[in-house]
């Protein structure tokens, strides 16, 4: 099974396809003139939602990189999904039960173009879509607050419960949004934080003269890349958090494995895990050597 394919470069599927080829070419019941050398492959995911990203690439490299313009797309049968698990739920009330559903359609309504597009601007693109009222917090001074106390209603009061904090998830489109809300919900946790620094150097690549005073700590601490935590990551006990990487497969320490803070060393941090299969499970993790994997930046920090 290939989850969230639509968000993968058509490549890698076509990599995969002459890997399983070769591999299985010859065999009793396979053919490498089969498709991924004729095993079964499920490929789920929604092209409504947002599709890969092409660094500095228009629309039509995002669509020529695409599984649907890979000639294995052409050996695909698409398969529909109809039904909404989260609307059938029996332990919500009817008037939740009314609020899912209309959300629930008016996303689909959208994905299939059916929502009037606007324009701020006079003449402008009409490649706006209008929120409706009820699903809109208004801007103002506890926006976020009101954002948060909609999403997790008894945070003071059930902050210790695994089930509770996992249940909800708050997403936001920048990596700033991300961080300040974490800012304004960490303080919502009793006890006192503990805050882990990255380091304040660079690693030159080999036979490259770095000079230090071109890139002082300030500078350093400032940059952000996608996948690599902020300069100063501040936690507290009993507070949830996210991995970043793959770290043990077989103990489902995995990319996105969600856990709790329950003991915080100088250079190792005791969580227990609250999801997947392992849920319950104690693990410490040390200090680790992260390094973007980007090549838009000037220097190449490591944290």
């Not at 559903?101 to 003449?123: C, H, Q, V």
Request: charged share 20%; with cysteine; net charge negative.
């Amino acid at each position: 099974m290939w989850d969230e394919a639509p968000m993968h470069y058509r490549y890698g599927f076509e990599t995969v396809d002459r890997t399983f080829r070769d591999i299985l070419k010859g065999t009793e019941f396979c053919s490498s003139d089969c498709v991924f050398g004729g095993k079964l492959f499920i490929l789920g995911g929604d092209f409504r939602q947002i599709l890969l990203i092409v660094p500095k690439g228009r629309r039509e490299a995002t669509i020529a990189a695409s599984l649907k313009e890979s000639t294995i797309w052409n050996h695909c049968r698409v398969l529909y999904l109809r039904t909404n698990t989260r609307i059938m739920a029996h332990d919500t009330s009817i008037q939740m039960h009314q609020q899912l559903r209309y959300f629930a359609n008016w996303i689909l309504m959208i994905g299939d173009g059916k929502i009037p597009g606007i324009s701020f601007t006079e003449g402008g693109e009409t490649n706006w879509i209008e929120i409706p009222e009820q699903f809109l917090i208004r801007n103002g001074s506890h926006a976020l607050h009101d954002l948060i106390h909609a999403i997790y209603p008894e945070l003071s009061t059930r902050y210790s419960d695994s089930s509770y904090l996992k249940e909800c998830d708050i997403l936001a489109p920048k990596n700033a949004d991300v961080d300040e809300l974490n800012v304004i919900m960490l303080s919502m946790f009793p006890g006192e934080s503990r805050k882990y620094l990255s380091v304040d150097t660079i690693c030159p690549a080999e036979g490259e003269n770095i000079d230090e005073d071109m890139h002082p700590p300030e500078l350093l601490h400032s940059l952000n890349f996608s996948g690599i935590p902020s300069h100063c990551l501040e936690l507290k006990k009993g507070a949830p958090m996210m991995l970043l990487r793959n770290l043990n497969q077989s103990q489902g320490l995995c990319n996105d494995t969600r856990l709790i803070v329950e003991k915080m060393g100088d250079k190792v941090i005791k969580a227990r895990v609250i999801a997947g299969s392992n849920i319950g499970e104690g693990v410490f993790f040390p200090r680790i050597i992260l390094s973007p994997s980007t090549t838009q930046s000037p220097v190449t920090p490591s944290k």
